[in-house]
């Protein structure tokens, strides 16, 4: 059986790393580099705290994709070599090393290719992430800590900074909710995919006859605020109660009642935060992420009349959009893209490219779908 036309695929590799070039605009981001190194360099960066977790932050993550994509162009360039090496020396070993190169070089340039499809309003922005445990008692306050795990651990993997907002810590085992914010540029378009309705399907730990309990947590992200938005929100229509912060099983963190919870009157939104030390700045935080959920708000009320005013698509997003299930089999798979993986495991370490990759195509489907 012939083998790869390697100068064919080459050709093609280094026609889509340009075309990914000239849509994430490297030549800018090289630019903003350079920015905030200067910021980053300054001695008082850290008199305010929060601008410089966000410079620091965002310096990091401009790094980290720049980084990404040159060393992909290079090892484009390395498996060029490679090929040829292998072809004039006959070498069956050196040609199946690069075989396997080109398949790996292919995938990673279709992940960051999906970047070039995050092209809505907000789709650059940071990402709050909201977790909150649904039916299924115990089990269900647990997945709803192993997808908070399962987001942070994807963040860590990506060397993307992330903010813990609140945890509502269950009483038995797991949590109630959580609000994070995941600090880097397109975390929202890409993490936006995974809104909805997740299910678990296994033996449950906390049975103490081992039957097999199925249980749901529901994600919801919204984009993080910039000063430019217009959000103007009502200070009598808050209602600002003030707790003391909690640890799992209850436990006092803070010596004060510095915890801050806020609730929307008009809209029943409410926001927690406690990771700050102090009252004033866990109001501040959580007067960011309500911002954030009262303007996602706003644009999906938009999004809805223009659905009305044009009529039902056949695409759309439903409710329940992803299954976990470890027993009597194991598979996770995503019922909107139909992409799946057969090992748990590792999907729930973080390994969620693949899911948010499909995920990614199939709006984009939808919207074009949606657009002719």
Known sequence: MAGPDYDAEIKQLTATMHTIEQVLDLPKMEREIAD????????????????????????????????????????????????????????????AEADAELVRVKAAVEGLEVRTLLSGEYDER????????????????????????????WAERNKYPVEVYDVSYAEEAGIKSAEFAIHAPYAYGTLSVEVGTHRLVRISPFDNQGRRQTSFA?????????????????ENDIRTDVFRSGGPGGQSVNTTDSA????????????????????????????????????????AEEAALKKDLKGDVAASWGDQMRNYVLNPYQIVKDLRTGYETGNPQPVFDGEIDGFLEAGIRWRRGAEQAQES
């Open 260 to 299: 801050v919870r806020l609730t929307h009157i008009p809209t029943g939104i409410v926001v927690s935060c406690q990771n700050e030390k102090s009252q004033l700045q866990n109001k501040a935080a959580a007067m960011i992420v309500l911002k954030a959920k009262l303007l996602a708000k706003k644009k």
């Open 218 to 234: 529901a994600v919801e992200v919204v984009p993080q605020l910039e000063q430019t938005d217009e959000i103007e929100v009502d």
């Open 126 to 153: 940071e990402a709050i992430v909201t977790i909150r445990s649904g039916a299924g008692g115990v089990d269900a306050a647990d997945f709803a800590e192993m997808l908070m795990r399962m987001y942070t651990r």
């Open 36 to 95: 905030l190194g200067e910021q980053v360099a300054a001695p008082d960066l850290w008199d305010d705290q929060a601008n410089a977790t966000r410079v620091t932050g965002r310096l990091s993550s401009l790094q980290g994709q720049v980084e990404r994509f040159r060393g992909l162009q290079q090892r484009i360039e390395d498996l060029g070599v490679l090929a040829e090496l292998a072809a004039e020396e006959g070498d069956a070993d050196t040609l």
